[in-house]
T-cell receptor, first 114, second 116 residues
């Protein structure tokens, strides 16, 4: 079956620190990979995605590269801000149009201190 | 952008009572809505897919008589946890797909259910 494993939180960083949140996956087939972010009191929002090996998704200073050889999709940001404090979910789907097959990781809580 | 409103955000109830959670698409029509639950430190798990005007499709292991889903209109789906027990305490999240064909999923903020 499909599964997503991401690093457990909570993660606490100082402003302008470098961020890495690890995500690895197992999948039957060729998945598309996603990072979602949930700010306090809001719904999950798509942060970035990659649909094939070696693709790099990027948005708001965050990046993640689809690594097929290591089955990973680690999220990185060079300099975090207080406003980045949120819960981050790694996810995959086999069928690009089917949320039925959207598989999530457990989420990582990030807190950025000023 | 598209917004999905989920209500209530938190609910506490006594064991044996039923609780209804609403999921509304505020500025688009959602032909399909999805319900997830998340236990502490675990993944979001898809419970069921709700299609407007038809019966919901439940994932394996999810009791349809326990978790009643109604999708009576293009903007509203409800999840009713019947005869709730403490083990039903969880975080429930809905998402909606824009029926215009954009194939974008928009998530609600979630509902925290605590059953005493």
């Amino acid at each position: 079956g499909n599964s997503v494993t991401q690093m457990e939180g909570p993660v606490t960083l100082s402003e302008e620190a470098f961020l890495t949140i690890n995500c690895t996956y197992t999948a039957t087939g060729y998945p598309s990979l996603f990072w979602y972010v949930q700010y306090p009191g809001e719904g999950l929002q798509l942060l970035l995605k990659a649909t094939k090996a070696d693709d790099k998704g990027s948005n708001k200073g965050f990046e993640a590269t689809y690594r097929k050889e290591t089955t990973s999709f680690h999220l990185e940001k060079g300099s975090v801000q207080v406003s980045d404090s949120a819960v981050y979910f790694c996810a995959l789907t086999i069928s690009s149009g089917s949320a039925r097959q959207l598989t999530f990781g457990s989420g990582t809580q990030l807190t950025v201190l000023p | 952008g598209a917004v999905v409103s989920q209500h209530p955000s938190r609910v506490i109830c006594k064991s044996g009572t039923s609780v209804k959670i609403e999921c509304r698409s505020l500025d688009f029509q959602a032909t399909t809505m999805f319900w997830y639950r998340q236990f502490p430190k675990q993944s979001l798990m898809l419970m069921a897919t709700s299609n407007e005007g038809s019966k919901a499709t439940y994932e394996q292991g999810v009791e349809k008589d326990k978790f009643l889903i109604n999708h009576a209109s293009l903007t509203l789906s409800t999840l009713t946890v019947t005869s709730a027990h403490p083990e039903d305490s969880s975080f429930y999240i809905c998402s909606a797909r824009d029926g215009s064909g954009a194939n974008v999923l928009t998530f609600g903020a979630g509902s925290r259910l605590t059953v005493l």
